[in-house]
């Protein structure tokens, strides 16, 4: 399924803090003086406030969402929050929200586009979501929800692409609506590369695949986003057979297309997907609004590298790449789709 992201698992590194305390030296009791306590500052309010009781909603039996839930567990239980995980294929979105309100969670995440959903009928509850792709078209932002995004970091990826392909000048992209923040930003980030993104903007499929085929001639690839409003199996297929014909590099966000011939897929990262979820948890307003952008961007990607791809554009994949992320597919070694 296109929509189902690529995950990496990594250890999270775990984070050091050393303080020196210099104890004063003895005093005796009748000559200190009497102080009334100090007030709380704003940063131990905010503290106070931030104690972790976090409901999980997960959408779906899959690896990818499991991982994420324990990723994000992990980090909650190291700051000494509480999680309750509440499974949609096990109880219907009613009876889990109902069972949210009796608790009174007060900060709840949501992993995959259904349990976003099914939070609607929580009320000035702060929630974050991830492993969504098309949140706009159901409402789920206001000032108490907000996410976590579902494509691996752009500059990562486009830093892959200009390893592989230093040469690359033009590459082309379709999006449906409400993606202009988006394009925007990755737009942007390109241009750092000398990399111009060409996007074009579609309502249906039907529409995605005339698009394509004008497009391609005008680029040097294509970058196949996972967005399923304008991206039927057979337009896939189609689209993967025609970059062939015609020797259009495609690069993609979903590992398990690598066995189709796209020549580069960026997964996300467990570890950077959990990561923002709890900062963003954290950063949660006294009135329970979440402050930032709509969806936060991801830091992190691990590129793979086709090479049966790479052969048929006689390409020649760098031995050293240690400023980026690159892993050779297929590999006995390692698994596109998920690495545990």
Same mark, same amino acid.
């Given at each position: 399924?296109?929509?189902?992201?690529?995950?990496?698992?990594?250890?999270?590194?775990?984070?050091?803090?050393?303080?020196? !305390?210099? *104890?004063? &030296? %003895? +005093?005796?009791?009748?000559?200190?003086?009497? /102080?009334?306590?100090? @007030?709380?500052?704003?940063?131990?309010?905010?503290?106070?406030?931030?104690?972790?009781?976090?409901?999980?909603?997960?959408?779906?039996?899959?690896?990818?969402?499991?991982?994420?839930?324990?990723?994000?567990?992990?980090?909650?239980?190291?700051?000494?929050?509480?999680?309750?995980?509440?499974?949609?294929?096990?109880?219907?979105?009613?009876?889990?929200?109902?069972?949210?309100?009796?608790?009174?969670?007060?900060?709840?995440?949501?992993?995959?586009?259904?349990?976003?959903?099914?939070?609607?009928?929580?009320?000035?509850?702060?929630?974050?979501?991830?492993?969504?792709?098309?949140?706009?078209?159901?409402?789920?932002?206001?000032?108490?929800?907000?996410? !976590?995004? *579902?494509? &691996? %970091? +752009?500059?990562?990826?486009?830093?892959?692409? /200009?390893?592989?392909? @230093?040469?690359?000048?033009?590459?082309?992209?379709?999006?449906?609506?409400?993606?202009?923040?988006?394009?925007?930003?990755?737009?942007?980030?390109?241009?750092?590369?000398?990399?111009?993104?060409?996007?074009?903007?579609?309502?249906?499929?039907?529409?995605?695949?005339?698009?394509?085929?004008?497009?391609?001639?005008?680029?040097?690839?294509?970058?196949?986003?996972?967005?399923?409003?304008?991206?039927?199996?057979?337009?896939?297929?189609?689209?993967?057979?025609?970059?062939?014909?015609?020797?259009?590099?495609?690069?993609?966000?979903?590992?398990?297309?690598?066995?189709?011939?796209?020549?580069?897929?960026?997964?996300?990262?467990?570890?950077?997907?959990?990561?923002?979820?709890?900062?963003?948890?954290?950063?949660?307003?006294?009135?329970?609004?979440?402050?930032?952008?709509?969806?936060?961007?991801?830091?992190?990607?691990?590129?793979?590298?086709?090479?049966?791809?790479?052969?048929?554009?006689?390409?020649?994949?760098?031995?050293?790449?240690?400023?980026?992320?690159?892993?050779?597919?297929?590999?006995?070694?390692?698994?596109?789709?998920?690495?545990?």
């Amino acid at each position: 399924m296109l929509g189902a992201c690529t995950i990496i698992e990594k250890p999270l590194a775990p984070a050091t803090s050393e303080i020196s !305390v210099i *104890l004063p &030296p %003895s +005093v005796e009791p009748e000559t200190l003086p009497i /102080k009334p306590p100090a @007030p709380a500052t704003r940063i131990e309010t905010v503290n106070a406030i931030k104690s972790l009781d976090v409901a999980v909603i997960i959408s779906r039996d899959i690896d990818n969402h499991h991982i994420i839930y324990h990723k994000i567990k992990k980090l909650i239980i190291d700051k000494n929050g509480t999680v309750t995980p509440f499974y949609l294929y096990q109880k219907t979105a009613t009876e889990i929200i109902q069972q949210i309100k009796i608790s009174q969670h007060p900060q709840v995440v949501a992993i995959g586009l259904e349990a976003a959903k099914a939070t609607s009928n929580l009320t000035q509850t702060p929630i974050i979501f991830c492993q969504v792709y098309n949140y706009q078209n159901h409402g789920l932002i206001s000032d108490y929800i907000k996410g !976590v995004s *579902l494509v &691996p %970091s +752009v500059d990562q990826q486009l830093k892959a692409w /200009k390893t592989v392909f @230093p040469g690359l000048k033009r590459v082309g992209f379709i999006t449906g609506s409400g993606k202009q923040a988006f394009i925007d930003s990755a737009v942007k980030t390109a241009a750092t590369y000398d990399i111009t993104l060409i996007n074009h903007t579609v309502n249906n499929d039907k529409e995605m695949w005339g698009e394509f085929r004008r497009l391609t001639p005008q680029i040097d690839a294509f970058w196949l986003l996972p967005d399923n409003r304008i991206l039927s199996k057979r337009t896939l297929r189609n689209i993967v057979s025609y970059s062939a014909k015609h020797t259009t590099p495609l690069f993609t966000i979903n590992g398990l297309l690598l066995q189709a011939g796209v020549v580069i897929s960026s997964a996300q990262v467990g570890d950077d997907i959990a990561q923002k979820v709890v900062t963003r948890l954290l950063s949660v307003n006294p009135d329970n609004t979440v402050p930032g952008a709509d969806v936060e961007a991801l830091d992190q990607a691990l590129s793979f590298i086709n090479t049966q791809a790479t052969e048929r554009f006689n390409l020649s994949i760098p031995e050293k790449t240690m400023a980026v992320n690159l892993e050779r597919w297929p590999s006995s070694g390692v698994n596109a789709t998920l690495t545990k």
